[in-house]
């Protein structure tokens, strides 16, 4: 068997990998940037690490700061509104995954036309046909892994959905995690095992291979053990750098081996609850694991391994089942809610969201386990009472 393996955009990772913003730039012939971003990001001063190096090496920049969290369709057409109605020649997304999944939506269909709406993966009925405007993505957070994916997710009335194309991939990441640092403890935990998420889920995916395989247990081994630390004592220089590394690593593992059954139910619960998506992933983590932990036991071990345990001397089921615990205890040790009475979901609710989470049949198809409606039910009930 063959497969597609991409590793783009260029990127540079590292302390202070920021300085090699403007050489960039320079590379492509623009002059009118826009720089989209959050307002919290614009207020402390870390908007302006990109805007001013850029305004001094003489470029017109722009800085749009209309990003909320978890960004609903709306926002997206906004935005792409406006990139088309004022004709920059470049996007720079710094922020968060909201922040860069809108840069990279307003990026392409700032060459394309029609709404957004009409490019979902789901109900959409266009295709995206070209490349857009150069495009740099900056992180702020060490979770998504958006600088490196060729998704752009949109929360939709009771679930979300992506915009999906290679053409969506960035043409510059930078990841350096001295943007990190004013990350509080909250969103370092939420988004920290979002990375984790996307690791665990790529080394268990029916799509990995021995490169996925080599990204996703990198990850776990920097995030699982830097994590703690991260939330902790976020001024931690160490712990940034091996989370930064760990959220790309894991974004490179999960775009190319791809999510499972763990993001297909926490898809419903961010649409209908309004949760982080971090928080939504971390809730449900070990739950997904503990009911599909019989499908992949070889995989559990490994990733226990990789947690930095040893599964020498114990069989590989026993592993495995120490795998789903030791998952579980990193969710309460960075103090996420290990139930969904915990993120205040309804009991009424679990069927709703069971219907919403069996139509993510894309990402369904990949868990190691067939999950039809009757084990998504149990799964989310399971997390609802924290049993
Ligand atoms: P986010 O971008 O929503 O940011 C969360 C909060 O953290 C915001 O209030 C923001 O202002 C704040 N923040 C960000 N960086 C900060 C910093 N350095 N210091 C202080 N505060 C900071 O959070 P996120 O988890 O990075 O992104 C979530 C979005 O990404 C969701 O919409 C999710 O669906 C999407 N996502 C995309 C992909 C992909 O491949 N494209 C993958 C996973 C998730």
Redesign the pocket.
């Known amino acids: 068997m063959s497969e597609k393996i991409t590793f783009t955009p260029i990127s540079y990772t590292g302390w202070d990998s920021l300085s090699h913003l403007i050489e960039e730039v320079n590379r492509f012939n623009v002059k009118k940037i826009l720089v989209i971003t959050?307002p919290?990001?614009k207020d402390?001063g870390?908007t302006n690490k990109v805007v001013e190096p850029l305004e001094n090496a003489g470029y017109s920049t722009e800085v749009y700061t209309d990003v909320v969290?978890?960004?609903p369709l709306a926002i997206g057409e906004k935005l792409v509104a406006y990139t088309r109605d004022n004709e920059f020649d470049m996007v720079i997304g710094i922020?968060?995954?909201?922040?860069?999944?809108l840069t990279k939506l307003a990026g392409v269909l700032a060459s394309h036309e029609g709404n957004v709406a009409d490019y979902l993966n789901l109900t959409g009925t266009k295709q995206i046909t070209k490349k857009g405007l150069p495009t740099i993505l900056i992180p702020?957070?060490s979770?998504?892994?958006?600088e490196v994916?060729n998704?752009?997710?949109l929360?939709l009335e009771t679930t979300?959905d992506v915009v999906t194309h290679d053409y969506l991939l960035a043409d510059v990441a930078i990841v350096d995690p001295a943007?990190?640092i004013?990350?509080?403890p909250k969103?370092t935990a939420?988004?920290g095992v979002?990375a984790l998420t996307h690791a665990v889920e790529a080394y268990i995916s029916k799509n990995a291979s021995p490169i996925s395989d080599a990204l996703a247990l990198q990850a776990v081994r920097l995030i699982s053990n830097a994590i703690r630390t991260a939330v902790s004592n976020g001024e931690d220089k160490q712990a940034r750098t091996d989370m930064s590394y760990g959220s790309y690593l894991a974004?490179l593992a999960f775009f190319n081996a791809g999510v499972a059954g763990v993001h297909a139910l926490a898809y419903p619960i961010?649409g209908q609850f309004h949760i982080?998506?971090?928080d939504s992933n971390a809730v449900l983590l070990p739950y997904v694991m503990g009911y599909i932990r019989q499908s992949c036991e070889k995989r559990m071990k490994d990733i226990y391994d990789a947690m930095g345990f040893s599964s020498a001397n114990i069989s590989q089921e026993e592993a495995s089942y120490k795998c789903v615990a030791e998952l579980k205890r990193l969710v309460e040790d960075v103090n996420i809610p290990s139930t969904l009475k915990g993120f205040n979901v309804t009991e009424e609710a679990l069927e709703s969201l069971t219907n919403d989470a069996i139509e993510q049949k894309r990402i369904l198809a990949r868990s190691p386990m067939p999950l039809g409606k009757d084990d998504i039910y149990t799964i989310y009930k399971a997390a609802f009472d924290g049993i």
């Open positions: 959050d919290f990001l402390i870390l969290p978890e960004p922020g968060g995954g909201s922040a860069l999944d702020t957070t979770g998504t892994g958006s994916t998704i752009s997710v929360s979300k943007l990190t004013s990350l509080p969103v939420a988004t979002d974004g961010g982080a998506h971090g």
